[in-house]
């Protein structure tokens, strides 16, 4: 079936440590997008990728990294720089534009500070 | 800050009846999205509405956009226990890849 495909579900991260959330997808979409959402919260962008090897910053990217090598994989990296990591991140494509189309999410991963 | 704001903040109803959930947004649009999140797992696209549409309907699903008060109403008829989920609204961004996310609706449907 096609979707996307996050992982881990669940990570813990050490203080200083730097951690990668991997993401897939097989609906051949051009954008990607990382979100996070903390409880209780609306969703915030962190980075968005409109075609494989470019990406923009969203509204929270301090701290935080990606890559788009391919068009079907975007992962984020949680930086020892992002102080306050613990949250939910979801990971998202759309065919094209987000404004106007359906975004679809993964199922999301949970990050732990320990 | 948000541009999207979903209320009310949460919504307790018994199941069989009707829940309806509102958005207020700020600036001018060309389309409103909702989606449900079932508890800690993704968003799910429900319906996308159009600056120019007034009314949409899917399934048990109707939703209404008042350009002129810049607000839309999410109205789910027959409510189910399945229904119990956060509902969020989106509006256009900065860019078309920015969409604006409420904070959402947490919907209790009581059996």
């Known amino acids: 079936d096609g979707g996307i495909t996050q992982s881990p579900k669940y990570l813990f991260r050490k203080e200083g440590q730097n951690v990668t959330l991997s993401c897939e997808q097989n609906l051949n979409h051009d954008a990607m997008y990382w979100y996070r959402q903390d409880p209780g919260q609306g969703l915030r962008l962190i980075y968005y990728s409109q075609i494989v090897n470019d990406f923009q910053k969203g509204d929270i990217a301090e701290g935080y990294s990606v890559s788009r090598e391919k068009k079907e994989s975007f992962p984020l990296t949680v930086t020892s720089a992002q102080k306050n990591p613990t949250a939910f991140y979801l990971c998202?494509?759309?065919?094209?534009?987000?404004?106007?189309?359906?975004?679809?999410f993964g199922e999301g991963s949970w990050l732990t500070v320990v | 800050s948000q541009q999207g704001e979903e209320d009310p903040q949460a919504l307790s109803i018994q199941e069989g009846e009707n829940a309806t959930m509102n958005c207020s947004y700020k600036?001018?649009?060309?389309?409103l999205q909702w989606y449900r999140q079932n508890s800690g797992r993704g968003l799910v696209h429900l319906i996308l509405i159009r600056s120019n549409e007034r009314e949409k309907h899917s399934g048990r699903l109707r939703v209404t956009l008042d350009t002129s008060k810049k607000s839309s109403s999410l109205l789910i008829t027959a409510s189910r226990a399945a229904d119990t989920a956060s509902y969020f609204c989106a509006t256009d961004g900065y860019n078309n890849y920015q969409l604006i996310w409420g904070a959402g609706t947490k919907l209790i449907i009581k059996p």
């Open positions: 998202a494509s759309s065919p094209f534009r987000a404004s106007g189309n359906t975004i679809y």
């Open positions: 600036t001018s649009i060309n389309n």
